[in-house]
């Protein structure tokens, strides 16, 4: 049974850091696109970051220079590390993951992935 526990949310204030964790069990698949998905109350759950073999990664617009996706294949860990945050980054967070296929990219697509965590609260006030 695959199973994704995201950790590390919390309350900052404008400018501030924090570091999400999702750690991963019962992974199926060798070769796997993780990426980090967000949604704010009211609106659509959008693509953050994502990393696939390989080590290439994926980001959003809106995150890219403040937030890095990385992963520790050794403790089965993704991270997304979230520096000068922005009262429009709070959102639940979720870690997902998916088979990659071969000469896929990992796009920052929802419903493309079949495994989800809980979420993580995360909350920048201005």
């Known amino acids: 049974q695959v199973q994704l526990v995201e950790s590390g949310g919390g309350s900052v204030q404008a400018g501030g850091s924090l570091r999400l964790s999702c750690a991963a069990s019962?992974?199926?698949?060798?070769?796997?696109?993780m990426g980090w998905f967000r949604q704010a109350p009211g609106k659509e759950r959008e693509g953050v970051a994502s990393v696939g073999r390989g080590g290439i990664k994926t980001y959003a617009d809106s995150v890219k220079g403040r937030f890095t996706i990385s992963q520790d294949n050794a403790k089965n860990t993704l991270y997304l590390e979230m520096n000068n945050l922005e009262p429009e980054d709070t959102a639940m967070y979720y870690c997902?993951?998916?088979?990659?296929?071969?000469?896929?990219?990992?796009?920052?697509?929802?419903?493309?992935?079949?495994?989800w965590g809980q979420g993580t609260q995360v909350t920048v006030s201005s």
């Open positions: 997902a993951a998916r088979r990659q296929a071969s000469g896929d990219t990992c796009r920052l697509v929802p419903y493309e992935y079949n495994y």
């Open positions: 019962g992974y199926p698949y060798s070769r796997n696109c």
